[in-house]
C-alpha cells in the first residue's frame, strides 16, 4: 500500500519496482520509506539467506537476475537479452545485454556461472537449488565478454523459468562478503542492519534506466496493524503484507496496490494421518465448502475462486479442467458414507512462505 501523495510524487510504478527490481523514470528525489515484517538477526543481504519477504525484497533493489516473469508466469528477459537452446534441450546459449556493476564493471559471464554455482552448492542451502542441481558446470563455458553456454546433465524445455526463481541473482565472481555489496540492481548499497533498518540509494547506470526515487529506505515493522497505522500517520510510504480486512478499512490518502494472481490461499488437507487420509472425505470438503463466501469474507473480495490446483490463470494451468462447484447433499453423502457424522478435526494456520507464493514450474 502507498499513500496517494507518495505514489503521485514517485511514479505508479514505484511499488512494482520493489517486487521486479525494475524501476521506472518518474520524477522526486526523496526517500520512499517501505515497512516490512523484520525477520531478525537472521536477516541477510547473501540472496541465497533470502528466506524472508524482506530479504527478497532487498535482494531485487540491490541485485538483478537474468530473467523475471510476467503476469502469467511467462519468462521476459532482464539480464539475459536472449537465450536459446539446441535440438536436445541440454545445452543452453545466453546472450547477455551490456549491463554493468555497481563498481561500473561489466557483468561477464564469469559472474552468472559464478552464481549459478552458489546456488547449486548443497552446502549453501539455496531455495532454489533444485532447479539447477541439474547443470554440468564443468561442460558449461564462456563463450565470449556477452555470451555463455549452459550444459545439462539431461533435457529440460523449461529451463529458462529457473533463471528468475528466489536466490539467483546474479553477483560479481568471488563474492563472499556481503556487508556492503556490490550489484547490478537499480539501488546500490547504503547501509544495513539484520533486524533494522537499510537505506539504498538509486543508482543511475541501471541498464533499464535510474529509478524515479532517490533513496530506498526499509523499516522494520513486526505487527500487520502498526504497519498500516505507520503508513495511515505517514511515518511510512509503503506498507507490505496486510490483510484484506485491514486494506478494506484504509480509505482517504492511501491507494491499495493489487497484483492478480501474486499468491494463493489454501486449506490444506493433511492426508497421511485420519480423518482425511479417506479420500471421501477429501471430496466431502471440496463439495461442502462455499468457495464464494471464502472469497468475499476471508478475503474481503479481493480475490477469485479457486479449483484445487495451485496457479490457476497462469502459464501451463489446466484450464480445461471444469471448474469445481458446491454440492452440499453430494458432501453430507460422502461424509455418512465414510461414516464420519460428527467427526470433530482441527485446523491450525500456518505463515504463509515468501519462497511458496510464486515459484517456477
Not at 255 to 268: K, P
Request: glycine share 8%.
Amino acid at each position: 500500500m502507498l499513500t496517494r501523495r507518495r505514489l503521485l510524487s514517485s511514479a505508479a510504478g514505484m511499488a512494482a519496482g520493489l517486487t521486479v527490481a525494475g524501476c521506472g523514470t518518474g520524477a522526486g528525489s526523496n526517500r520512499l520509506r517501505v515497512a516490512f515484517e523484520s525477520g531478525g538477526s537472521r536477516e541477510t543481504l547473501d540472496p541465497l539467506g533470502a528466506t524472508n519477504f524482506v530479504d527478497q525484497a532487498r535482494a531485487k533493489a540491490l541485485f538483478d537476475t537474468l530473467v523475471t516473469y510476467a503476469d502469467d508466469m511467462s519468462v521476459r528477459p532482464r539480464l539475459a537479452e536472449s537465450w536459446e537452446s539446441d535440438d536436445s534441450g541440454r545445452r543452453w546459449r545466453i546472450r547477455l545485454r551490456r549491463a554493468r556493476f555497481h563498481d561500473n564493471r561489466p557483468i561477464d559471464p564469469a559472474d552468472v556461472l559464478y552464481s549459478m554455482r552458489r546456488v547449486a552448492d548443497p552446502k549453501l542451502a539455496s531455495a532454489s537449488r533444485q532447479y539447477f542441481a541439474g547443470v554440468d558446470f564443468p561442460s558449461c563455458r564462456r563463450i565470449s565478454p556477452t555470451e555463455l553456454e549452459l550444459v545439462l546433465h539431461n533435457p529440460d524445455f523449461e529451463f529458462p523459468a529457473a533463471w528468475g526463481a528466489p536466490s539467483t541473482e546474479i553477483l560479481p565472481e568471488g563474492t563472499k562478503d556481503f556487508t556492503a555489496p556490490i550489484g547490478s540492481g537499480p539501488f546500490r548499497f547504503v547501509s544495513f542492519t539484520p533486524g533494522g533498518q537499510a537505506v539504498f540509494r538509486r543508482w543511475h547506470g541501471h541498464w533499464a534506466g535510474e529509478s524515479g526515487i532517490e533513496e530506498l529506505e526499509f523499516v522494520p515493522v513486526q505487527d500487520e496493524s502498526a504497519r498500516a497505522n505507520a503508513l495511515l500517520s505517514g511515518q511510512v510510504d509503503y506498507a507490505h503484507d496486510v490483510t484484506a480486512t485491514t486494506a478494506a478499512r484504509l480509505t482517504g490518502d492511501t491507494r491499495v496496490l493489487t497484483a492478480r494472481g501474486t499468491t494463493m490461499q489454501a486449506v490444506n488437507l493433511r492426508v497421511s494421518r485420519p480423518p482425511f487420509d479417506d479420500p471421501r472425505l477429501v471430496q466431502a470438503v471440496y463439495y461442502g465448502v462455499d468457495r464464494q463466501d471464502l472469497v468475499r469474507i476471508a478475503l474481503a473480495g479481493h480475490g477469485s475462486v479457486g479449483n484445487d490446483l495451485f496457479d490457476k490463470g497462469q502459464r501451463g494451468y489446466a484450464a480445461a479442467i471444469p471448474q469445481r462447484h458446491r454440492d452440499v447433499d453430494r458432501a453430507r453423502a460422502l461424509v455418512r458414507e465414510a461414516g464420519a457424522e460428527g467427526l470433530p478435526s482441527r485446523s491450525r494456520r500456518v505463515p504463509r512462505s515468501p519462497s511458496s507464493s510464486r515459484r517456477p514450474p
